[in-house]
């Protein structure tokens, strides 16, 4: 969708990190991205190498771990997974589904020097 | 491997290599049990005169030179930044008792025709303000102003979304009145606009009847996050091939919660109930300002 734009929303977050816990390099990116987030994971790696040229995370290695989405089914009782926000219930194919994760969009961690 | 830093713990010995990474935010890490730095191999020697060797280990961390590389746990939102600027939004709304609400939808949809007839019938019982989003030109906002309604435009530029940080400049130019309404025509777009929270209080996406009636499925994440679906333009049905109510039955199947209202922007048509909701979201937004719901709008 916007991958540019996170991309830019994860520089703020190192260029303020950088400051609060005194680093000036980052060498290595992990981040949590939930299946219903909406992020095109191969868009993000092309955005991610173009938006943090000439910064502190210049040629950082960047990992993405893609996280399932849980939803708690109204009809089975129970969590079950999903991967759109438009599926059925995989055990009962209703559609009375809670979503409860799967949105994820958030920095882990970072390797820094 | 120890993940922390990289170096392999049976592999990589590490003299005066102390395990106490300074992470900077008071975690510990847990190297489990089979994994301890007991300081004593032998086969990598650092200091002392002696030869410095990383070779063995995985270069990831202990790349030569760079021997100070640590690992530090931030858990912060991508997003964070913008949710910020977001809360402070909603709470300058909450403390003014402004309702806003975040029109989202394709190009094309007839929202800013939906937005002017809105604003001509509201305007005299509610304080109205618009805040128009387009990636260039401000015919938009001048519409806006021709029905008497303060209007700013942002333009996005090359952005396919408002943000919350520029809907926090606009306030500061547009000033929105204590117990109004404030409209935000987000930028033309189904996909984008859903991710970015801009401190309103419900996001009302407009859907055309002559749309797709499978756009809740194409772009659910938009339709997920509106709390109302307007099923705009509906004087034309008669003319299309569109089945309102599988297009419903797909809004709820990625939006339980979503209530649909029928409306025409053209004909009028349904309009009435859609003010009805404005006007009821209004009443929930002005419990804690009783002051303010006694002024314009207090019958509606």
């Known amino acids: ?113 | 491997m120890c993940t922390v830093c990289g170096c392999g713990s049976d592999e990589v010995s590490v003299e005066g290599h102390t395990h106490e990474h300074d992470h900077g935010h008071g975690h510990s890490h847990d190297h489990g049990p089979e994994h301890h730095h007991a300081h004593d191999h032998d086969h990598h020697s650092h200091g002392e005169g002696g030869d410095i060797h990383y070779g063995t280990g995985p270069a990831r961390a202990h790349v030569p030179g760079l021997s100070q590389s640590r690992m530090v746990e931030i858990e912060q939102n991508i997003l964070g930044k913008n949710d910020e600027y977001a809360n402070a939004n909603r709470r300058f709304f909450a403390e003014r008792g402004v309702l806003v609400l975040n029109l989202v939808s394709s190009p094309g949809s007839g929202k800013t025709t939906l937005l002017t007839r809105t604003i001509t019938d509201l305007r005299d019982d509610f304080d109205v303000a618009v805040i128009e989003g387009d990636q260039q030109t401000t015919n938009d906002a001048e519409r806006i102003r021709e029905t008497g309604v303060p209007a700013l435009q942002i333009n996005t530029g090359k952005g396919c979304h408002l943000d919350a940080h520029m809907v926090g400049h606009a306030l500061e130019k547009l000033d929105p009145t204590p117990g109004g309404i404030l409209f935000i025509e987000n930028v033309g777009n189904l996909v984008c606009p859903a991710a970015f929270d801009l401190g309103e209080a419900h996001k009302v996406a407009i859907l055309s009847v002559t749309e797709g009636e499978d756009k809740p499925l194409k772009y659910p994440d938009m339709f997920h996050a509106a709390d109302l679906m307007l099923l705009n333009k509906i004087d034309l049905l008669p003319y299309l091939d569109f089945d309102v109510e599988q297009c419903i039955e797909y809004a709820r199947r990625v939006n339980p919660r979503i209530q649909v209202l029928q409306v025409s922007a053209t004909s009028g048509e349904g309009m009435d109930r859609w003010y009805q909701w404005i006007g009821m979201s209004r009443q929930m937004r002005l419990l804690e300002h009783p002051e303010l719901l006694a002024g314009a709008g207090a019958n509606a």
């Open chain 1, 1 to 113: 969708m916007h991958e540019m734009s996170l991309c830019e929303g994860v520089l703020q977050v190192l260029e303020t990190e950088a400051g609060k816990q005194g680093f000036s390099k980052v060498k290595r990116v992990i981040l949590d991205i939930g299946v219903l987030s909406g992020v095109e994971i191969p868009a993000f790696e092309f955005a991610f190498e173009v938006v943090m040229r000439g910064t502190l995370a210049e040629n950082a290695v960047l990992e993405i771990n893609e996280l399932p989405a849980q939803a708690w089914c109204l009809m089975c009782a129970e969590s079950v997974t999903v991967n759109a926000r438009y599926d059925a219930c995989p055990k009962c194919g209703s559609y009375q589904l809670q979503i409860s994760s799967g949105d994820e969009m958030r920095i882990k961690e970072l390797e820094v020097d």
